[in-house]
Structure formats: C-alpha cells, structure tokens
C-alpha cells in the first residue's frame, strides 16, 4: 500500500507466512475416486463455479435431488478458480466439484488435482461430440463432463456497421480493408482493438491458422507457440497496429467500456459468450449487435477454433467422488440446466442442449439477430478437433501477456514476443522436469 | 517464608507473562518463516506416474535462491520499486512536514479542519484509492485530461511510460502525507513552548525556529516516518497491481511482491516465491538496521 503507516518491518515476512498457509504436502487425499459404497443420508458438495446462472442450476439440481445437496461458491472467474483450486488442492481441502476451463486442465491433471471419472461418466459419453468430449479426455481417462463451449465468432456492432456502409469482413485480408475503411469514414472509431494480454484469444487465432501450441507423444511434449502459423497471425495484428488500422490496448477496462459505449468500437472477434460480456457493459446497446462466423486466412474455409469454454470436474480430495460426478453429469446433460444456461447465452457443450438452442431467444445484446442461433450451430460445428493444450498453460498465459505488453508498449515486434513466451514456456517444463523435443 | 514465596514468584511470574506473547509470535512468525524458509529448498519436480507424469515436492538446495537472484525481471523491479521510491518518498515527507510546521504556526487559521481533510485521505482503502486515480487517470474518464481536450491540448498521457512512476508515486503520496504528517505533528506539540519563545525573543523569524529549533527536535520522528516510508516503498503492491488492468506499463512482475505473487499464484511455484520471499524479507530488514543505525546517533543520540 505504498508509503502507509500501518506497515511494519515483518510484514514482507508476513509475505511468506501468507504463501506457508496455503501448502503443505503435495500427495494430499489420494485416490478418493473410487466409487462410494451405498451412502447413507444426503451427501453434502461443495462447488465452485462463476458466471451468470450457476446459483439456478445448482439451485434446480439441490431440488431434484434430495440426497445430495450442493453448496455453491463463486470462487472468481476462471484463471482465478484454478489456481484457487491448486492450492485448496495442496492443502487437502479443494471442493468436491468445480468448473474449470479446458486449457488449464493438463496443469490440474500434472498437479495430481483431479479424480478420474471415466468409470461414473461412460453412460454420457454420447450426449457429446466426440471434438467435445475430447477436450475434458486424456488416453481414455475422463477428467471431467463438458459444460459449455466457445466457438470463436466475430461480434459486431451491426447498427454501426450499417451507419458506416460497411460489409462483413469474411477473410481477415478483407477485415483489414474494412479497418481501413472505418478509420477513414470516421476517425474516432476503430474496427477492433487489439488486446496485448488476451492470451487465449491469440491461441485462438493461431490455432484457426494451423498452429499446434502443445503436442505430446510418449510424454515428449512439442511446444509450438512461436510456430509458422503463430508468427504469421502475429505479423498480420502488428501490420494493423503498425498503421493505425486498430488500436493496441487492454479490453475491458474502463477506457475501453467507455469507447465501446461510445460506439468506438465496432467489433470483437472472440466467442460465442462474448454477447453476454458485452452486454455486462453496455447494456444500452442491447439489439443493436449482431455474431458472423470469424474471419478466415483462407476464402470459404470456415474453421475456428474454441475460445474458453468450461467442464465440471471431480477434485481427487472428494470423498463423494460419486455424488459428485453425478452433480456433474446432471448440471451438463439435463434439460433444466441447459434451458438456464442458454437462457444466459451460455453454449451449451451437450449435443441436446445444443440443439434446443434453436427453439431459445438470442441474447439480449443480439436480440435483433433471428438466426444468431444457426450461425452459433454452425460455428460450433466447424471447431478444430484435438486441441491440445501443455501443463503450464498459465505460465504461457502469463509470459504472454508480460511479453506482448512490453511488445505495444516498446514498438517491438510481436513475433518477437512469442519467442519469449516460447522460450518462458520452454525453460519453465524443462525445469520442472518435462521432456521438450528439439530444444 | 515471604521472601522465599517472593522469590519464587519472581522467577516464575516473567515466564507466565512473557508466555502468550512467545507464543503467538512462535505460532503466527516464527514457525511460519522458518516453513517458508524450508520451503525456499524445496522444488516441483516431475516423476512417472499418470499419462502427463506428476509434480512432486523435493529438495533442490539453492537452486530456487540461483534462479531469483539470476532473474533479471526480479533485480529490474527493484530498479522500478528505486525509481518509484526516489519520487514518492520525499515527496511524502517532504509535503508531511511541512503541513505538520504550518499547523504548528501559532498563527494557523482552520487548523482542525485542516488536520482533518490533510488526513482523510488515510482513511481510504488503498485499493480504493488506486481505483479512484486511475479513473482521473485513463483518457475517458479523465477530468484533467477532458479539460485539456476542451483547451485543445490532447491527452495528458498518466498511464504512458514516461508519467507511470509520478501517476503511481502520487496515490502513495495522497494516501502517504496525512499520516506522517500526524506523527510529526505529534511530535511537533511535544516541544516545550518555551523553546520557541526564547527564540522569538532572541529575534528569530518563524522560518528559522523551525528550521533550527522544531525540525532539529523531530529528528526521531522524522527518522520513523522515513523508516515506514522505506519500507513502505519496498511493499508496494497494491497501487500497481489495480493499475495493472488499465495499462500495458506495468508488468505482472513489475515490482518484487508482484513477481512473487505471480511465482506463487500463477505459475504455481510456492517453493521458488518463498526463496524471493526469504530474499525480500532479508534485504528489508538489513536495509532498515542500516537505516537505523546511520540516523541512531543523530536522531535519537541528541536530545536525550
């Protein structure tokens, strides 16, 4: 708190205090996967997820079930909840169930954090895609149940659009035509922003243009983050940015809620969640959006890949490893769950959920938009199978961020920056112990 | 027999009263550095065991102190944390003893208010209190910057690479100056009126009793608030990292406690954040000792 009284000698010790309280040993409740023998009595969970209509579900299934009562908590979104979860994992107190997103979950199974549920879950293995049902399965253990999914779409403002008398950009060639086009029709505003810490937008991007970030093979790992395809994805967001065609800053910050509401920014290239986070911040421009498939490198291709998406998983401290992929199973494959969640716009990661999207409402933001539901089937449809994410994804996540700052800021290139972020990568697994081919 | 029962209360009645203090410190400080401490020797390292393999907890021996101090993002935040420190700290001192002498002036007006609003900033959180700034920081919500704007002369880039430390230096300074200000103050009002008044009566202007009557006596108190200050800026944390979201300037490592909340919270690394712990607690506390025993002799050898 910078030069303020209450500070005493001992608290840079207390420091060190803090981070003591939050381990001890690391093989804390082994093995608590095992089904349970006929419980007696309801069983009482306790789950951490964020995000809008998490207390409805949890509330729906607490009522359908009464043997099992589940106790929510909204533990911070989700980088925040998995390294919450790490830790309450060490200390042998983790929750019993708990969304994660896809890409952490590798770090949580090194970590010996989470319960193979693949004994409790086969029955819904069919309720999914297997593209789906692969991001939550790894060599036939099943790490948790897919809860919903963010094929990566191009949000738009469309009443702006039509203002400025501009079309769609359907290949990225054409987005930067048309980012060119809106600075000259209206100098304040810019087509998109380019957000230096978004790492899993940028994993997005390179993934659609072929990259491979993480690959494992006889525990070998290849990391790819500065790859052909990366560096050209980088090259082609520092061409844009090089001449003023978007502008490099953080998202959602109050400078960038502030533009936005403004009408400044036209457009945001990431998930099919990304109406309900706009809409978090600029509720008055609800209807006048609109969601089109991503721009591609390519004319009529139309792959994209996932960015974020959510499972629920089973911690491996459980000691009702049973109730509690049941709860997982439910929350993810029955009616009344998915009816909440695509009620939040959430998508849902079920195949059934999925299609009675096509029955619901858009959400408020692209309430305008009739066929906002066919274009998010058909994104959902077009994903990449077999993304493959490392161990440490929020070391990448974090030498990202740090390094492509520092990239804007300096004026340095940002293919540059991915070199760093490769070599952190890199140097990080090697030290852990990883195998790293080629290095 | 009463001087034995005498003596035998006095030698046991220190321990009993000593003992919640030994024990809490033992419990809450002790124990805890000593586990961080061992923790700074230990590593997660791979073994076999599941389809990735799994990190275990084992010894390392220096390795985690090597990597620390060989890490030149640490070292570069103590250049930042330097450059920080050089701006905030006589700042805050500097405007803290000033307000203290001008309340002190026998001739002071709306001295009670004025104690007050000078202090009120104190009072509010520092989370709170970067969050506020860096509203009056960021071009849209600016104040300052829309009163440029209307004058024609753009922006005023707060959150740029040139302004970042004087933007930063100034939430400490505006939280900072109330509270030492107080503790000068304090002191200020302990100085026997005579002394003042025998220099009045000498012929001495108001400038040169404080110069040579009033800050010569607050030395220790001045030497404390300095202390608090020092520490203070090796601390910083807060201030940066809710300004962090707003700005590409400040890395996630762009102080010494950001570093280690980063090791310990991100990139799951307890055992080497301990060992930058260890580090940092070691350097502040030589660092204050030396503080102390330079300024002891002055300060505190003086008066008394």
């Not at chain 1, 995000?51 to 009464?66: I, L, R, T, Y």
């Not at chain 1, 769609?168 to 029709?185: G, L």
């Not at chain 2, 809490?24 to 586990?35: D, N, Q, R, V």
């Not at chain 2, 509010?124 to 104040?143: D, H």
Request: hydrophobic share 45%; charged share 15%.
């Amino acid at each position: 708190m910078g030069i303020r009284g209450g500070s005493s000698t001992f608290a840079a010790l207390g420091m060190a205090v803090l981070l003591t309280a939050c381990s001890s040993g690391t093989d804390a409740g082994d093995g608590a996967a095992a089904p349970q023998a006929a419980e007696t009595g309801p069983v009482t969970l306790q789950f951490w997820c964020w995000g809008a209509g998490k207390k409805e579900k949890v509330e729906a299934f607490n009522k359908a079930h009464p043997n099992i009562q589940v106790t929510h908590t909204d533990a911070g979104g989700g980088t925040d909840t998995a390294t919450k979860l790490l830790t309450a994992n060490r200390a042998g107190n983790a929750p019993d169930a708990a969304c994660l997103e896809y890409q952490t979950l590798p770090a949580m199974i090194v970590a010996g954090a989470l319960a193979d549920i693949s004994a409790q879950t086969g029955d819904v293995k069919a309720a999914f895609t297997p593209e789906v049902w692969s991001l939550t399965s790894f060599d036939g253990a099943v790490y948790g149940v897919p809860q919903d999914i963010g094929p990566m779409v191009f949000v738009y403002n469309r009443k702006r659009f039509d203002e400025l008398k501009i079309e769609v950009p359907k290949t990225w060639k054409e987005f930067a035509e048309v980012a060119a086009d809106v600075r000259k029709k209206d100098p304040d505003a810019y087509l998109a922003t380019f957000a230096p810490s978004e790492f899993g937008n940028f994993a997005g991007l390179a993934q659609q243009a072929g990259s491979s970030w993480w690959k494992v093979q006889d525990q070998t790992w290849t990391v790819g983050i500065a790859d052909g395809p990366s560096t050209q994805v980088a090259d082609y967001w520092q061409g844009l940015i090089d001449k003023g065609l978007v502008k490099a800053e953080p998202l959602l910050t109050p400078e960038w809620n502030s533009q936005l509401n403004k009408g400044n920014v036209l457009s945001w290239p990431s998930a099919l969640w990304g109406a309900g986070v706009l809409y978090g911040i600029a509720e008055k421009q609800a209807g006048d959006w609109a969601i089109a498939p991503l721009p591609q490198w390519t004319e009529g291709d139309d792959r994209v890949a996932f960015q974020g998406g959510s499972a629920i998983v089973v911690s491996k401290n459980s000691k009702h490893a049973q109730a509690a992929a049941t709860f997982a199973k439910w929350m993810n494959t029955d009616k009344t769950a998915y009816d909440i969640q695509i009620a939040e716009g959430e998508y849902p990661a079920a195949l059934a959920g999925q299609e009675a999207t096509s029955a619901s409402e858009p959400p408020k933001l692209v309430s305008g938009q009739k066929d906002y539901w066919q274009v998010a089937a058909k994104a959902a449809q077009s994903t990449i199978p077999h993304i493959s994410w490392g161990p440490n994804v929020s070391t990448a996540e974090s030498a990202f961020r740090d390094a492509t700052a520092a990239a804007v800021r300096d004026k340095t290139p940002l293919s540059e920056a991915l070199k760093k972020t490769q070599q952190a990568v890199v140097d990080d697994m090697k030290s852990t112990g990883f195998k790293v081919a080629g290095q | 027999m009463t001087r034995r029962t005498g003596a035998r209360r006095g030698t046991r009645a220190p321990y009993l009263f000593v003992a919640p203090a030994v024990l809490l410190f033992l419990a809450f400080l002790a124990i805890p550095i000593a586990y961080a401490v061992y923790l700074s020797v230990r590593g997660l390292r791979l073994t076999g065991g599941g389809i990735f393999g799994t990190r275990q907890e084992v010894f390392v021996g220096l390795d985690n102190y090597v990597r620390t101090l060989t890490d030149p993002e640490f070292l570069a935040g103590f250049g930042r944390l330097a450059l920080y420190g050089l701006i905030a700290v006589p700042l805050t001192l500097g405007l803290a003893l000033l307000f203290a002498l001008l309340l002190d002036y026998a001739g002071s007006r709306g001295r009670r208010f004025a104690r007050t609003a000078i202090f009120l900033p104190y009072a509010i959180p520092g989370v709170t209190a970067s969050l506020l700034w860096g509203f009056m920081y960021l071009p849209s919500t600016s104040p300052f910057s829309y009163l440029t704007r209307e004058l024609g002369l753009g922006e005023i880039p707060f959150l740029g690479s040139g302004a970042i430390y004087p933007s930063l230096a100034n939430i400490a300074i505006w939280g900072g100056v109330g509270f030492n200000m107080i503790i000068i103050y304090t002191s200020l009002r302990g100085i026997p009126a005579e002394l003042s008044d025998a220099a009045r009566i000498d012929g001495a202007s108001e400038w040169r009793i404080a110069w040579h009557v009033k800050i010569p006596l607050v030395a220790p108190a001045l030497v404390l608030t300095g202390l608090f200050a020092l520490i203070g800026t090796l601390q910083v944390y807060g201030e940066p990292t809710t300004l962090k979201p707003m700005t590409t300037e400040i890395s996630q490592t762009w102080v010494p406690l950001m570093h280690i909340y980063r090791d310990a919270f991100t990139r799951d690394d307890l055992p080497l954040a301990s060992a930058a712990s260890v580090i940092l607690a070691v350097g502040t506390l030589v660092v204050s000792v030396v503080l102390l025993k330079v300024t002891q002799k002055r300060a505190f050898g003086g008066m008394s």
